[in-house]
């Protein structure tokens, strides 16, 4: 072919696959044609608009790469072994200042599991690596980034593996506009993307799993090397060891939460079948201590109960274990709970000193303050407070509550009651080393916490009993309470 019927050439190809605002030429490979079946290494870049490395190309249809594109009969691959591979193309006609990402289609080539695909800007790196799921597409996004300049060069590189493995790619777009803010919690159950039947990945990041997993954790579907199943659906999470899942949920600013989730240990985990112990964070604050399901069965987990301070908050599952244990995590929610202030207290044992029912209703370092009273019997607490609450529903599924209080004097301890209306029985669900200083508890149930809640006034009420468990040498001490709150859901 002569210079002027190549140039001819490429100005048509030109033609057809350039768009006319910014966005990739040839987004699913289609050009050149390569013929049914066919496949090849670097293939010319002024026809097909892309620069190829050494260890990518473009295949047609059926080949040793795949069956065929997410879009049409082309692909490119990228290949692991050696030199990565690498693909990359110049985007033009982008607005400096304004706000873009890319999605794409990827796959494993078949017969390997694929190799992980990074996005980078002129260079710089825009996503996480991202590994493919199986032979079939899925789609995925590159992290947002702001433009800043009006042409800027977008790579796609195979993850150096040390195997032969490679990775299909096609339908490449831009996409332009700004991240929109957090919603309510996404995927709590894990069905998406949707896999095969016994298939499981780690780290996967496909552009609708709205969690961020990292490579000690992944999702897994139906019975396989993880578990036989999810709580809600065939899909799962999984976290292994110190492993991490997050996701950034937006909150009304001031109003309460909780996080509920169903945990199991993995089926033949390494170690006797124990479970790896799983903790809950709140901006990388622990808002549930590590926590374990030593059974295969799924069981229910409620954190205590927060207080929004931003309209987003992250919520993360990290695992504890450092050996090859693992726990299943499905239907993940954040619920809204209804605020329940204290409208009655009642000293049961001891003599009040000063403050009221007001000063219970916020943190401000206004108290209620008491000291021992007389007592029956040497097990009695000399402190008893009885705090009443009215709940607005007659059924709870969920019932939290935080208590902010203090003592005068060491070798205190502070335990906490909630009256059971269904065995008529207090039940102990706290107790902690009272402090000099403020200090605030918060425990929560999500177990029949009907219970706690009385069927006929939707009462619900709570014990503070205050004992020493040491040598005291200053009578009378002071107990003193600044806040009593609950929430709880329906």
Known sequence: MNFRVRFLCCLLVSAFVLPSYADFANPSFEQPPLGANNWQYNPDQALALWNFGAR????????????????????????????????????????????????????????????????????????????????????????????????????????????????????????????????????????????????????????????????????????????????????????????????????????PYHVRFFMARRSGNVGGNVANPIRVLLDGTELMPFTANGSPVYQEFSSPFFIATAPSHLITFEGGATDDRTSLIDNVRVDQDAVISPNRYDLFRGLLVGGGLSDLLASDDNYLFVRP???????????????????????????????????????????????????????????HQATLNDFRISFSTSDNATRFVNPATRETSMRLRVFANGPVFLYPWLYRIDFVQWAASP
């Open 373 to 431: 009273g007389m007592t029956f019997s040497t097990r009695e607490a000399p402190v008893q407070v009885i705090l009443t609450g009215a709940v607005p529903f007659n059924h709870a599924s969920f019932l939290g509550a935080q208590v902010e209080s203090g003592v005068s004097i060491s070798n205190l301890v502070q335990a906490v009651d909630l009256y059971n209306y269904s065995d008529n029985r207090w039940e102990q669900v706290d107790s």
């Open 56 to 255: 990518s190309g473009m295949a047609n249809g059926n080949t040793a790469w795949g069956t065929g594109g997410h879009s049409g009969a082309q692909y490119a691959f990228l290949q692991s072994s050696g030199n990565p591979g690498a693909v990359s193309q110049a985007l033009t006609g982008l607005t400096v200042g304004e706000q873009y990402r890319i999605r794409f289609w990827m796959a494993s080539r078949r017969g390997d599991p694929g190799t992980p695909l990074q996005v980078s800007l002129d260079g710089v790196p825009i996503s996480p690596w991202k590994s493919p799921i199986s032979t079939l597409y899925f789609e995925f996004a590159s992290d947002y980034f702001t433009a800043t300049s009006t042409s800027q060069t977008v790579a796609f590189t195979a993850y150096p593996t040390g195997a032969d493995q490679s990775s299909l790619l096609d339908d490449v777009r831009l996409e332009q506009g700004t991240q929109a803010p957090p919603g309510p919690l996404q995927n709590g159950s894990f069905e998406r993307p949707q896999m095969p039947d016994g298939a499981w990945v780690r780290g996967v990041d496909t552009i609708d799993t709205a969690w961020s997993i990292d490579t000690q954790c992944g999702i897994a579907n139906g019975v396989g090397s993880w578990g036989t199943g999810g709580e809600d659906g065939p899909q799962y999470a999984f976290i292994e060891s110190r492993g991490r899942i997050s996701q950034r949920v937006g909150f009304t600013v001031g109003q």
